[in-house]
């Protein structure tokens, strides 16, 4: 009897798995967590010294979901293009919708290939702006979608790293988040200049019943 393991790493959960996955069966899944600002400081490291306060180091590491690949982008470009200043940097970020082009480049692999249900779902949530609940989620739907179809794309997204959980209730990194905000302000202009309506039918761009602050930035 053999002792080996395998070990595999990827942005999807493989199909199949689960029905092998358990305490006291032969395999086991989890789902990684983004780093610490700490661990994120290390990775800046090893692209060389860089200039910022550690609210500022927490906010960049924040807006990636602690996620190492981004976080190694986002250093090389800082080195590069701020003179490895993480403050000037953020100013950018603050003032308009920039977006490195490899991390966009990324999540518009990922958003390709979800149903239009799935978008439609991450199209509420960047609305919503602040983790909602399954109940609430629902509820937005302009069109009747059946709940056991919203669970699904939910899973689906889940296990694609698009979807942040926490407890009950469901949002997104900050910076899928602003993708996902940019690629809805693109698809309605769109809509509007060939006047082909879809998404625009779909969704609500601001909520009455939100919180004042949540409502002005949508």
């Given at each position: 009897m053999h002792q080996s393991c395998l070990l595999i790493t990827s942005r999807e959960k493989i199909p199949g798995l689960s029905q092998?996955?358990?305490?006291?069966?032969?395999?086991?899944?989890?789902?990684?967590?983004?780093?610490?600002?700490?661990?994120?400081?290390?990775?800046?490291?090893?692209k060389g010294d860089?200039?910022?306060?550690?609210a500022q180091w927490q906010?960049?590491?924040?807006?990636?979901g602690g996620n190492p690949l981004a976080l190694k982008i986002a250093a090389s470009a800082i080195k590069d293009f701020f003179a490895s200043d993480i403050t000037s940097f953020l100013e950018i970020l603050a003032q308009?919708?920039?977006?490195?082009?490899?991390?966009?480049?990324?999540?518009?692999?990922?958003?390709?290939?979800?149903?239009?249900?799935?978008?439609?779902?991450?199209?509420?949530l960047a609305i919503e702006r602040e983790p909602v609940s399954f109940r609430e989620l629902k509820t937005n739907f302009i069109n009747r979608i059946p709940p056991q179809k919203i669970v699904q794309g939910l899973t689906y997204i889940q296990v694609r790293s698009l979807l942040y959980k926490k407890a009950s209730k469901f949002s997104q990194q900050p910076v899928i988040m602003e993708f996902i905000v940019n690629n809805l302000?693109?698809?309605?202009?769109?809509?509007?200049?060939?006047?082909?309506?879809?998404?625009?039918?779909?969704?609500?761009?601001v909520q009455a019943q939100a919180k004042d602050y949540i409502r002005e930035a949508q």
């Open positions: 092998w996955e358990g305490n006291y069966l032969p395999v086991r899944c989890w789902q990684l967590k983004g780093l610490s600002k700490a661990a994120g400081k290390k990775i800046f490291a090893t860089f200039i910022a306060l550690e906010t960049l590491s924040d807006r990636y308009s919708s920039f977006m490195l082009d490899d991390i966009q480049n990324l999540l518009e692999q990922q958003f390709r290939r979800l149903s239009d249900v799935q978008k439609e779902i991450m199209y509420w302000i693109e698809q309605i202009y769109q809509e509007i200049i060939t006047k082909k309506i879809d998404v625009l039918n779909k969704v609500s761009l």
